[in-house]
């Protein structure tokens, strides 16, 4: 897939704009209430990690979208033609459209932002990492959020690869971590298959004490009992220890 077909950078201005009739960009609403993306007038403001559905005519009835992965580590402006509040299955997004000629981004240009990096995070933490980012190239993606805002969380890599690989976990049995089933031959995942949970739902699929912390406290107990009674494998408790 060639890029020039679908969008033109401005030398000028350094706006990277729409060639083709019709696109849009689906912001989750979550990403508002988390400070992630922010409507100022017209524009939008949000992290540099999304997907664009572009389509060769603005009759999009019968059309099957190209989809187009963004992973730009800053914070860029978008410039759509219209915004729009949509409910898409069980999830609220903020739908921009855009039209041939608008500006995707506003500039090009990276400016250093020490909040970047803490954008990814809350991007993580709560799930939201998108499907075309594949399972090893977050890591990857996390450090040029560091490295490219003069930002050093003074951690090693191999920390930052054991916090992924805690939210990463296997899209059917989402107990099991990602890093242990893309090892299983019978599984055939991909990179890709991976389904990323949130910082609250972690504790209800790792341990039967830790259940009680997680974001809803029935699910968690429910949890718990199917894991003691199917014997699966718990990951010991901090807490239980301190207590023990």
């Known amino acids: 897939m060639d890029l020039k077909d679908f969008f033109v950078l401005d030398p000028v201005s350094k706006e990277l704009r729409l060639l083709k009739p019709y696109a849009e960009i689906r912001i989750p609403e979550e990403y508002m209430r988390h400070g992630i993306s922010s409507i100022i007038a017209d524009k939008v403001e949000t992290f540099g990690l999304f997907e664009i559905n572009v389509w060769d005519s603005e009759d999009i009835t019968d059309q099957t979208p190209i989809k187009i992965s963004f992973s730009f580590p800053s914070v860029i402006r978008t410039c759509p033609d219209r915004i729009e509040q949509k409910k898409i299955g069980d999830d609220s997004y903020y739908v921009l459209e855009y039209l041939q000629g608008d500006a995707i981004i506003e500039s090009t240009l990276l400016a250093k932002n020490a909040e970047v990096p803490k954008l990814f995070m809350a991007i993580l ?9 594949s399972y ?52 055939k995942f991909t990179m890709l298959d ?44 901090p807490v239980e220890e301190a207590i023990l």
Do not use: H
Not at 125 to 133: A, E, K, T, V
Not at 146 to 162: C, F, G, Y
């Open 194 to 237: 991976r389904k990323f949970i949130r910082v609250m739902d972690l504790p209800r699929l790792n341990s039967t004490f830790a259940s009680i912390s997680s974001s809803d406290p029935k699910q968690g107990i429910t949890a718990s009992i199917v894991r003691r009674r199917t014997q699966a494998y718990e990951a010991p408790s």
């Open 136 to 187: 090893d190239e977050v890591v990857n993606f996390w450090a040029q959020c560091n490295s490219i805002n003069s930002v050093n969380l003074k951690v090693k890599s191999v920390v930052m690869q054991a916090i992924i690989a805690a939210f990463a976990r296997d899209p059917k049995e989402p107990e099991l971590p990602f890093r242990i089933a893309i090892n299983d031959p019978k599984k």
């Open 125 to 133: 933490f709560n799930g939201y990492i998108p499907d075309s980012l």
